[in-house]
C-alpha cells in the first residue's frame, strides 16, 4: 500500500530525497514515520509526523542532517537526506498509522517495500 522511492548509491558526503506515496491510503489522514534497517540490526524509526501536529521528530542518529516532510494537501511525503555517512546505508521505509499527537515509538500498520540507500565511496 506505501511505496518508497528515490534510494541508491551516493558517496559520503552526498544527498539524496526519498518519497513516499500510497495508492489506496490517504496519507494525510495518518501519522507517517521513516524507518531503515540497516543489514544484521532492529528496524530504527528515523523520523515521524502525527496526523494532526506540523512538529517532526528525529531519531539523534539523523537529526540536523535528514528533513521529513509533508505536503498537507497532497499527503505527499518526502525525506532529504544530506551528508550522507556509510553508517546510512540501510533499506528506508516508509510507515503509515492512526495516530493524531504523536507518532515516535509506537506501532505502525501499513509499512512500503522499502528502497535500498547505500552510501560508499
Known amino acids: 500500500q506505501l511505496v518508497e522511492s528515490g534510494g541508491g548509491l551516493v558517496q559520503p558526503g552526498g544527498s539524496l530525497r526519498l518519497s513516499c506515496s500510497a495508492s489506496d491510503l490517504t496519507l494525510a489522514y495518518y501519522a507517517i514515520a521513516w524507518f531503515r534497517q540497516i543489514a544484521g540490526k532492529e528496524r530504527e524509526e528515523i523520523s515521524c509526523v502525527p496526523s494532526k501536529e506540523d512538529s517532526i521528530w528525529y531519531a539523534d542518529s539523523v537529526k540536523g542532517r535528514f528533513t521529513m516532510s509533508r505536503d498537507k494537501a497532497t499527503g505527499a511525503v518526502g525525506l532529504q537526506m544530506n551528508s550522507l555517512k556509510p553508517e546510512d546505508t540501510a533499506v528506508y521505509y516508509c510507515?503509515?498509522?492512526?495516530?493524531?499527537?504523536?507518532?515516535?515509538?509506537?506501532?505502525?500498520?501499513?509499512y512500503g517495500q522499502g528502497t535500498q540507500v547505500t552510501v560508499s565511496s
Open positions: 510507515a503509515a498509522a492512526d495516530l493524531h499527537y504523536s507518532c515516535a515509538g509506537f506501532p505502525y500498520e501499513y
